[in-house]
């Protein structure tokens, strides 16, 4: 019986199969639905009354978004994963070798495992629907893709097209997917069924390589490099270097796409998709794919949160109209920048008319660069820019969704904004949010009239590239706001968590701890670029000392200050660091830094530093880049560990979506619960007693890591 699937046959002799999973949300091809799909293809062969199908989605706004990966994640071996590949393969190959042809009716979103089936289709008509993207994400799981996709892209669309959409995850529209020549036609959607209902009565065509075609100069280039081997060796070079510049060979599967396609180019389409099937096999197996997969569970774990139906009752309409914004500094303009951009209304409020300008012409920038790129159009852009609206007093928030503030890190500037807010004639659904990087939000709310509608929204800067927003609740903060907040974050296209009140939260106290650290082995005779490189060398994004001087070396002093009072039996405070900040420098954003920059541009290390740290405490002058690393991982993974067991995280899940998305924990690792999972929580205590005995209680190993040590226990134990 048909579960998955709807057969139907039209009086002009074309096939039409229907696929809408009742079970789910969306599209997913598991292994039940490809069994259902391959009774499919063999009932379509025997079909004498089809001359032609169309497969197409029964969901609007999708078609298929690619396959099961708790199934890929459930592979054990190698040699599963490879099998596994080879029969999704060979049931598209089954589409491929029809005689009678097959079109892909792509409506909507056709990613991973839905663009290879549409890949090994005669035909493949896409509708103009802006919501209709095409893209072979895999590379973000720590895979390849492993059903024809480094076969079939390639020799569709080119090389450097196909290597380009495999190696980056981009996805296009049909407009452009049409320019490449990765569909035949881009229709209306009211057209799409029609249109690809014809294609199915024109017959077969053998698939062929196709230039990406841009300018004839290009055209010609491009066939030049493609068509021989030499020139995709040079093409591969070029990609190997651009991979390695961007990964620091830190993610295989890049690698292994290169290797795939271009091996698999010459060799004939079987051959080259064993090549494939065995490269994704090896890949699934590994520990950056288990990491990356993890990631994918723990973002869709977070946002099943306690609070997600609160607001159900009390609000019809859950979108979110307007923004009521107090602060027009950097945080302040990237906030409404990205407001503006996802359509919302900003009520914009700073006393001062020059820094409402710079805002303003930072919001401009912005929508300008994206016009320049052909993202937006003119009136576009000012459409956005008009829904940005400064004045030099809180004006009308009274009447706005959500008012975020978002000024200096004092907790009486904070206060005297509430109570000036709260003065007005407020509304019943009024809700109050601080952007604050370290303040307790109940210090914030102490004398509020409606501490109820307090929480925190702290933000990451720059925030129209930071993903992350850490939602702060008190004790007190009802329900309903959390989820308003939290719609508000959707509606921004942030990743969130929620995450309860405390000195610093989750991510300032971890990153606090992190950075005095790197300070400490600063003061300990380390060089600068020492400590960043073996960090970055290690796979995180951005050195610590570098850090420090984006985010501003006064603003990590007091962020260091504000934990040293709430931690002072662990948190221990660099030496020389009150001296630097006392220097007049505040990194990039003065020029003058532990780094020396001209014209914004970050250049060598300042050697005048070293003036300000005492040669006597010269202990780590010659540490090692492994030790260096380790002592702030670890001291990183233990602060972490401590936030899950006071309470402060709600689970493990939240805690690596926040150091992944938000403060640069290298991906491939997992974030902290991942990569103590990987490592053995007892391994994870010994080394933090080993770092101890020799550096001091920071190092104490939690309790929680010392239970789980005992226990033999996974933070994460289905993923085992």
């Known amino acids: 019986m048909a579960k998955f699937f709807r057969y139907q046959t039209g009086s002009d002799g074309v096939a039409v199969l229907t696929f809408d999973r009742p079970d789910k949300d969306m599209n997913i091809l598991s292994e039940a639905v490809l069994r259902e799909l391959n009774d499919h293809l063999d009932h379509f062969a025997g079909d004498s009354s089809a001359k032609g199908m169309v497969i197409t989605s029964g969901k609007s706004d999708q078609f298929i978004v690619g396959a099961d990966i708790t199934e890929i994640q459930s592979l054990k071996t190698e040699e599963e994963a490879t099998f596994g590949a080879s029969m999704m393969q060979a049931l598209f190959s089954k589409i491929a070798g029809s005689p009678k042809p097959v079109v892909a009716a792509i409506n909507g979103t056709c990613l991973g495992g839905g663009l290879e089936m549409s890949l090994a289709c005669a035909w493949r008509v896409a509708n103009a629907n802006p919501k209709t993207k095409m893209g072979l994400p895999e590379i973000q799981l720590g895979v390849i893709p492993g059903a024809g996709g480094t076969q079939r892209l390639p020799r569709l669309v080119g090389i450097q097209s196909g290597l380009d959409m495999i190696l980056t995850a981009k996805r296009v529209d049909g407009t452009r997917a049409l320019k490449m020549g990765l569909v035949d036609a881009c229709v209306p959607d009211r057209m799409l069924l029609d249109v690809a209902r014809q294609f199915a009565l024109k017959g077969k065509r053998p698939h062929r390589f196709r230039a990406t075609p ?55 389409i079987d051959k080259g998709l064993e090549l494939e099937a065995k490269s994704f096999g090896a890949l699934a197996q590994t520990r950056v794919s288990k990491s990356l997969i993890h990631l994918f569970h723990a973002t869709t774990a977070v946002k099943k949160h306690p609070y997600k139906d609160a607001g159900q009752e009390r609000f019809s309409d859950r979108e979110i109209r307007s923004v009521g914004l107090v602060g027009a500094g950097f945080m302040g303009a990237g906030i409404a920048t990205v407001c503006a951009d996802k359509g919302i209304r ?23 660069k994206k016009l320049k790129r052909k993202r937006i159009k003119k009136f576009e852009m000012e459409q956005r820019l008009a829904h940005i609206s400064p004045a030099t007093s809180p004006t009308g928030f009274n009447h706005c969704d959500i008012v975020i503030e978002a000024v200096f890190e004092d907790v009486n500037l904070k206060r005297k904004i509430l109570a000036q807010l709260e003065s007005q004639k407020i509304h019943d659904d009024w809700i ?27 933000f990451f800067s720059p925030v129209e590239k930071m993903p992350l927003l850490e939602i702060i609740t008190t004790d007190k903060t009802a329900p309903w706001v959390v989820a308003r907040a939290f719609d508000l974050g959707n509606a921004m296209n942030k990743q969130i968590i929620i995450v ?29 670029e020492a400590i960043d490189g073996a960090l970055t060398e290690s796979g995180w994004p951005v050195g610590p000392i570098t850090l420090m001087d984006e985010v501003g070396i006064d603003v990590g002093a007091h962020v260091l200050e504000t934990m040293d009072k709430a931690f002072p039996d662990r948190l221990k405070s660099p030496p020389g660091l009150d001296v630097v900040k006392s220097s007049g420098r505040l990194g990039r954003k003065n020029g003058k830094g532990f780094y020396l920059y001209k014209d914004g541009k970050k250049g060598a290390p300042d050697p005048d530093v070293y003036k300000f740290l005492d040669p006597k405490n010269a202990t780590s002058a010659n540490a090692s880049p492994e030790e260096i690393a380790t002592r702030c991982t670890m001291v990183f993974i233990n602060e972490s560990a401590r936030c899950l067991e006071d309470g402060i995280l709600p689970s ?69």
């Open 432 to 458: 109050f949010a601080s952007n604050t990087s370290a303040l307790p939000i109940h210090e914030i709310a102490a004398q509020s009239k409606h501490p109820e509608r307090i929480l925190g929204m702290h």
């Open 500 to 528: 309860k009140d405390g000195p610093g939260f989750y991510t300032t106290r971890a990153l606090a701890f992190f950075l005095a650290e790197a300070s400490l082995v600063l003061a300990e005779g380390a060089k600068i």
């Open 652 to 720: 493990a899940y939240e805690g690596d979506v926040g150091a992944v998305f938000g403060l640069g924990f290298p991906p491939f690792l997992g974030g902290p619960f991942r990569y103590v999972d990987h490592l053995g929580a007892q391994a994870v205590v010994e080394k933090l007693r080993e770092l101890e005995s020799r550096h001091g209680a920071r190092f104490k190993p939690a309790k929680i890591l010392v239970e789980h040590a005992e226990g033999k226990k996974l933070f994460f134990p289905d993923e085992a």
């Open 346 to 368: 900003v009520l914009f409020s700073d006393p001062s008319t020059e820094s409402l300008g710079k805002a303003l012409a930072h919001a401009a920038a912005f929508f300008g």
């Open 214 to 268: 841009v300018t004839f100069q290009q055209k010609m280039m491009t066939s030049a490099l493609e068509a021989n081997p030499i020139g995709r060796r040079f093409i591969a070079k070029k990609a190997r270097e651009m991979v390695m510049k961007t990964t620091k060979g830190f993610y295989p599967a890049a690698f292994k796409a290169i290797d795939a396609v271009i091996d698999g180019f010459d060799l004939p």
